[in-house]
């Protein structure tokens, strides 16, 4: 048994729904290894049960596995809305997403979050920032403005395979970009950060 096994087995288990959408989304779509999945699912979800924000904002949807599983955390009352620029995925995730127990909890938007997520006039609680890491600082930036003070941003992919520390990267844009995300967010006094080495690096950052 792996270790990865072991923490599995050892973590409470997806629900059947979202296990048969990752199963479609690693079948059907180019980039299945995208989806957030078992674990990281259920991290998502437990971070929403302690926070318990109001109103979360997702950037990048991808298949909508991450956005249900935050949702299922959601308490009455409590609303996500999810971001995908992406207008390819539309037709594969939006009956997922509408077909899921929690589709009253999330809104599911094609468009870019950077100049739409403003104009919904919200003070967003919590934010998972998961869409093109060349312009993770901008989007960083933008889900701060938005941000209720003692709010929680979530970042995904940023130890990207490792690559943050490997020197043949260092011409590769969307390396740069998380290199730079990452940088940017460590000397920012608005806010404080740890990384987490879970999957391909998570880092959890709060509003002061």
């Known amino acids: 048994m792996t270790l990865d096994d072991y923490i599995l087995r050892h973590t409470s288990p997806e629900p059947d729904y979202l296990y048969k959408l990752w199963r479609a989304t690693n079948l059907q779509t180019i980039h299945g290894r995208m989806v957030s999945g078992h674990l990281q699912g259920r991290l998502l979800k437990m971070l929403v049960q302690m926070i318990q924000p109001r109103y979360v904002l997702e950037v990048g949807t991808f298949s909508g596995y991450s956005a249900i599983a935050m949702a299922e955390g959601l308490a009455d009352g409590g609303h996500l809305y999810t971001f ?82 490997d020197a043949d990267y260092d ?34 950052i709060r509003k002061v």
């Open 84 to 165: 995908e620029i992406n207008d390819e995925m539309e037709d594969f995730t939006r009956p997922w997403i509408e077909q899921s127990s929690v589709a009253d909890k999330v809104t599911f938007i094609i468009g870019d979050a950077m100049t739409e997520a403003p104009r919904l006039g919200i003070e967003f609680d919590m934010a998972f920032i998961d869409g093109d890491k060349r312009t993770y600082v901008e989007c960083y930036d933008m889900v701060v403005s938005i941000l209720r003070p003692g709010g929680f941003i979530i970042a995904d992919n940023t130890l990207w395979d490792g690559h943050v520390t």
């Open 171 to 204: 011409h590769d844009q969307q390396t740069q970009g998380i290199r730079r995300f990452n940088d940017y967010v460590a000397q920012d006094p608005r806010t404080e950060q740890v990384i987490l080495p879970l999957r391909d690096g998570l880092t959890i």
